[in-house]
């Protein structure tokens, strides 16, 4: 109960006081599932997928999104991009969903260009619609590709589903882009892959913010092939994944 209440005010801070209680009634109508599966996702999916959210000074648009996902990357700054408001002038968002990540950085940052990387063809045409609708068309490229390496059993899979689908070449998108202040990767399992190898790419990122997957052990093995990469790390175990945060040393 103490966790609903606290995201009731979280809720608040980004929908404002009528948006929460739609929230809550969402909750409470909910609340046998809430309880059964310990997620608050029934209250989430209540609210629909077209939301009018808050952000800095802002209030942004969005479409095909789901507020769960709004909730952690907003309203807890699940990658601690508030920090680097005003700092960056390139991100690139890797497991771009519907552009959340996208949104909040180019809103906190004037000057950031964004490359934004979705593999689900659906949630990289609402990236784009998204970042039209806000105003910043200019600033963000969305790519459909394939985060991780060709040689994963993972991704022959889904490569042989689609074969019309490409790879995300980091080294290429780092060049492009002129090096990255901000890498945010979020690839349900593929980061695993992407962080093997040959990491000579990351000397152009100053700052990343990876979403773990499987366990936490997995999770300190990235730790480790992150900071080899000469990053300054921390892992952040949460629930069944994680966060490993890194600083270019």
């Given at each position: ?26 909750g409470f109508a909910s609340a ?12 989430d999916e209540f609210l629909g ?201």
């Amino acid at each position: 109960m103490s966790r609903f209440v606290k995201e009731c005010f979280l809720v608040s801070r980004l929908l404002g006081p009528i948006g929460a209680v739609r929230w809550a009634l969402g909750g409470f109508a909910s609340a046998a599932t809430v309880l059964r599966t310990r997620s608050l996702a029934s209250a989430d999916e209540f609210l629909g997928h077209g939301l009018t959210l808050r952000c800095g000074d802002r209030r942004l648009q969005v479409s095909d999104a789901d507020f769960g996902v709004c909730r952690e990357i907003l309203g807890h700054d699940c990658y601690r991009l508030a920090s680097c408001a005003g700092q960056l002038r390139t991100a690139i968002d890797l497991g771009a969903n519907c552009g959340i990540f996208t949104l909040m950085a180019a809103t906190l940052n004037p000057q950031c260009r964004i490359l934004a990387v979705e593999v689900n063809p659906g949630l990289a045409t609402a990236t784009i619609a998204n970042a039209a609708r806000n105003g910043f068309a200019n600033r963000v490229t969305v790519i459909n590709q394939l985060v991780g390496v060709a040689d994963d059993p993972t991704v022959r899979i889904l490569m042989e589903k689609n074969p019309t689908i490409t790879m995300f070449d980091p080294r290429e998108a780092v060049r492009q882009l002129g090096g990255c202040d901000f890498l945010k990767c979020d690839v349900e399992g593929g980061e695993h892959a992407l962080f093997a190898g040959d990491l000579s790419w990351l000397q152009g990122v100053r700052r990343l913010a990876i979403e773990y997957h499987w366990t936490e052990a997995e999770g300190a093995r990235l730790a480790r092939l992150i900071e080899s990469a000469g990053f300054t790390v921390e892992q952040k175990p949460h629930r069944n994944l994680g966060y490993v945060f890194g600083v270019a040393k």
